[in-house]
């Protein structure tokens, strides 16, 4: 697929900031939309992994934490630290306002509270110091409406839109993490040691 063009720059003694800005902000949309569906086809990759293994074409391979370092962007290592703690001020409609570390809060919608609240739940054995992973049909099982699963797609879609609302509210977009195992919240696990490996 061809990559959007992007405004060209007038030449001259003083710069055109405002050109500039629209072209960063291209570029930026761009590297984004890149990062997603890199990130969604990592993993439907893992999940045909898992059905390979469930039918014995390949031998299991042991959990790892995730996207190995030369291919994490810098806000994906950052993302590995993760946050302490969640506050979440719900209203009665189901959106809520979420304080992260004590920040400045992100306001959800219901689906994406709902959604946040799936991906922060540590209910299993993680590989490192961070919430376990969640295949993409637990998040289904844990989104589903009555009578109604959404789909792989709309799980998907979701994801994209609670990291862009984490990304314009100034938080990091990565915190929403990715792998072969499925997504998680970085979520510090309770009395969890965090032990990150140099990338130098």
Known sequence: MPLPTTPSIAHGPVLDIAALQRELRALLNIVS???ERLDARCAELGELR???QVK?????RPPSSGTSAPQQS???RRA????SSIKAIVQPDG???IHLDGRAGVALTASLARLLDVLKRDDGASPDHLVVWKPVAV????LKGPGKIRSERAVRQLIYRLRQQLSESGENRW???SSEHGYRFALRREGAAVTLASNK
Do not use: N, Y
């Open 33 to 35: 939309r890149l990062e």
């Open 50 to 52: 898992g059905e390979f």
């Open 56 to 60: 014995g074409v390949t031998k299991p």
């Open 74 to 76: 810098e806000g994906q």
């Open 80 to 83: 590995m630290e993760g946050v």
């Open 95 to 97: 959106s809520a306002l």
């Open 139 to 142: 998040l289904q099982e844990g």
């Open 175 to 177: 915190l929403v993490m």
